[in-house]
């Protein structure tokens, strides 16, 4: 993957599980919604100074299923900061992954 360009849309590992759940609650907080449950799906990783995580993530509310891509931004380890919610694009289970 070049330093910019966006990787390959790619099944979710046990990393990007971990970091969205690190950044779940900035999650709720920005959609202002309770879900019963969550599950991201897939992703594309983007090199930056650091990197940029765009992950598709199904998650269910009592009342049916919402389909949307968090951005999240992994800074480098000797930045010392930590990993930050840079924005939520709806989507659909069968839409690609596009930058934004």
Request: proline share 4%; aromatic share 8%.
């Amino acid at each position: 993957m070049m330093t910019g360009g966006a990787g390959a849309e790619q099944n979710v590992t046990a990393e990007e599980k971990s970091i969205v759940e690190k950044v779940w609650p900035e999650v709720l907080k920005q959609r202002q919604k309770e879900y019963v449950s969550y599950e991201p799906k897939t992703f594309k990783a983007q090199v930056v100074a650091g990197m940029n995580y765009f992950v598709k993530v199904m998650a269910k509310t009592a009342s049916g299923e919402e389909c949307f891509v968090l951005k999240i931004y992994k800074p480098l380890p000797h930045m010392g900061s930590d990993l930050q919610l840079s924005g939520i694009k709806e989507s659909s289970a069968s839409d690609a992954i596009e930058h934004f």
